[in-house]
């Protein structure tokens, strides 16, 4: 069984900053892509921003040069550094990982339950 669990979010006031985090557990043979999306009341789901296994990292232009994503492949675990937040940064944040559970098996993605981020003066 395979679980991913968010946290570090909260409410922010305009221009502040938050670090959300998602570790992956279970049985994991490996994960590729990890990543964080939002999804704001009445909106679809969103990629806010990726990182591969290699590294390779891809931001929503909406947050380029204030969100910063990184992960501990030792610790399974992504992270998602956000600064000089702005109302509409408001929404549920989810994180999800690609992975494998055995070493021939299929990749799957799974998500995590959500963060609340809300920025409100």
């Known amino acids: 069984q395979v679980q991913l669990v968010e946290s570090g979010g909260g409410l922010v006031q305009p221009g502040g900053s938050l670090r959300l985090s998602c570790a992956a557990s279970g049985s994991i043979f490996s994960i590729d892509t990890m990543g964080w999306y939002r999804q704001a009341p009445g909106k679809q789901r969103d990629v806010v921003a990726t990182?591969?296994?290699?590294?390779?990292?891809n931001y929503a232009d909406s947050v380029k040069g204030r969100f910063t994503i990184s992960r501990d492949n030792a610790k399974n675990t992504v992270y998602l550094q956000m600064n000089s937040l702005k109302p509409e940064d408001t929404a549920v944040y989810y994180c999800?990982?690609?992975?494998?559970?055995?070493?021939?098996?299929?990749?799957?993605?799974?998500w995590g339950q959500g963060t609340q981020v809300t920025v409100s003066s």
């Open positions: 990182i591969t296994s290699a590294g390779r990292i």
């Open positions: 999800k990982s690609a992975l494998k559970i055995t070493r021939l098996g299929r990749w799957n993605d799974y």
